[in-house]
């Protein structure tokens, strides 16, 4: 078993990185993980989804440690698929940009459209994120328990809801918010709907004294990339998303 102050030191040597994993401490979700640590070097096995999530940071030797598994989904840096391919097989990959709020950049969009979104509004929520299945826009581990956090803000147009954004992960006691659950009616974009409501889930963020402010945002996607470094958002690191499964015999 790993040292978690070991562990919680190592995360905050690169922050913006380790956005996550860090937000994986919180007394929330610290029953999810399993830590491994070798050296300066660790890896983080998160499991509440089913097929865990592998997160990494150091050097690509502490994959040595990992148990057997037979699948994962990848949040790794390039350095480590090698080390990955030695024990499993991948599956499919994608470079993905981890970007960082620069608060000193953070250029505000203040609407008067956009109003806070609980737990009341999660089934219209996901009638709005189910406007992206077919075109496959549709966002990524979006739970109602995120509606718990209060990071949620939407846009309505005539009492429907055609824009909203939030959090994947926030964590008051790490001080870190990870930006997600993005996402506008594919017929109301080009009308500055997902800018307004990054930017009111950031400044709900910022009021709240957060330290750390991130995102992911697959690195194919300019149109996302543009809309965030408008906002003060700069790229940290490429890494790579993806997932393995055990090399079949």
Do not use: K
Request: charged share 25%.
């Amino acid at each position: 078993m790993a040292d978690i102050a070991v562990v919680r030191s190592l995360l905050r040597e690169d922050r913006p990185w380790s956005l996550y994993a860090l937000g994986d401490l919180d007394p929330r979700r610290a029953q999810y993980c399993d830590w491994f640590v070798r050296g300066r070097s660790l890896a983080l096995l998160y499991r509440e989804f089913g097929t865990p999530i592998l997160f990494a940071a150091g050097e690509p030797d502490v994959i040595a440690e990992l148990p057997e598994l037979d699948a994962c989904l990848l949040q790794v840096p390039e350095r480590f698929l090698a080390a990955i391919q030695q024990r499993l097989d991948l599956e499919w990959t994608c470079p993905v940009l981890r970007m960082a709020l620069d608060m000193a950049r953070f250029a505000r969009c203040p609407r008067s459209d956009t109003h806070p979104l609980g737990a009341a509004d999660e089934q219209e929520l996901r009638e709005l994120y189910e406007d992206g299945r077919e075109s496959g826009e549709e966002p990524d581990f979006f739970i109602a328990t995120q509606l718990g956090d209060g990071t949620f803000c939407g846009v309505r147009d005539g009492g429907r809801l055609v824009a909203a954004g939030g959090t994947h992960l926030y964590s008051a006691s790490e001080s870190v918010g990870a930006i997600g659950n993005v996402y506008t009616r594919r017929s109301h974009r080009g009308r500055g709907h997902g800018e307004a409501v990054v930017s009111a889930t950031v400044q709900q963020l910022l009021e709240r004294g957060t330290e750390t402010i991130g995102l992911n945002v697959r690195a194919a996607n300019t149109g996302a990339l543009r809309l965030y470094e408008r906002l003060g958002f700069r790229v940290h690191v490429g890494f790579f998303e993806g997932r393995a499964v055990r090399r079949s015999r």
